[in-house]
Antibody, heavy 122, light 106 residues
């Protein structure tokens, strides 16, 4: 059974950096072809993909946020971290991590965490 | 950058067929994926690789993808199908989501 859970601060101040951790079970980065991604959703708005990291440590970022995002993995502890710098109130959103399956070099998210609401406010 | 366009809302009567579309340049050359999200819940994958259903997804959910349009079809729509639906594709080596469609069952 695959599960994922996000953790991190619920409130950050403008200009601060946000680091979220995704802790998962039921799969391992030692399995080729899979990845873990981060997706966010501002209140009342659409899903917005942020980043994905693959079993081989390949990484992809949302182009418009590429200079603010860093995704890393800890294979031994089954964790993926996402750091977003220079936070702004517009970054207020629910942040989800999700298991990514890679098929024909296209990925999709078949298991999602419960999400964590991050508010950016002074 | 690649974009996916969805109609903001679709309404359907119970028992009828709902069609939710997603448009993108040559979308039919890629795989389309669909997610259902109910209020206060995480998204759930309902269709992958254009027309495949994950385990546990009812048979009334089906998908197609051709040309510039992918379609999620819900046959015999039930009240519990009322939700937001998002399409997703892989474009320009990145993940792209559509803007979402709110399905109302009334």
């Amino acid at each position: 059974q695959i599960t994922l859970k996000e953790s991190g601060p619920t409130v950050v101040k403008p200009t601060q950096a946000l680091t979220l951790t995704c802790t998962f079970s039921g799969f391992s980065f030692r399995t080729s072809g899979l990845g873990v991604g981060w997706i966010r959703q501002p209140p009342g708005k659409a899903l917005e993909w942020l980043a994905v990291i693959y079993w081989d440590d390949d990484k992809r970022y949302r182009p418009s946020l590429n200079n603010r995002l860093t995704i890393t993995k800890d294979t031994s502890n089954n964790q993926v971290a996402l750091t977003m710098t220079n936070m702004d109130p517009v970054d207020t959103a629910t942040y989800y991590c999700a298991h990514a399956t890679n098929y024909d070099a296209e990925i999709y998210f078949d298991y999602w965490g419960q999400g964590t609401l991050v508010t950016v406010s002074s | 950058s690649y974009e996916l366009t969805q109609s903001p809302s679709v309404s359907v009567s119970p028992g009828q067929t709902a069609s939710i579309t997603c448009s993108g340049d040559n979308l039919g050359d890629k795989y389309a994926f669909w997610y259902q999200q109910k209020p206060g819940q995480s998204p759930v994958l309902v269709i992958y690789q254009d027309n495949k259903r994950p385990s546990g997804i009812p048979e009334r959910f089906s998908g197609s993808n051709s040309g510039n349009t992918a379609t999620l079809t819900i046959s015999g729509t039930q009240a519990l199908d009322e939700a937001d639906y998002y399409c997703q594709a892989w474009g320009s080596r990145t993940v792209v989501f559509g803007g979402g469609t709110k399905l109302t069952v009334l």
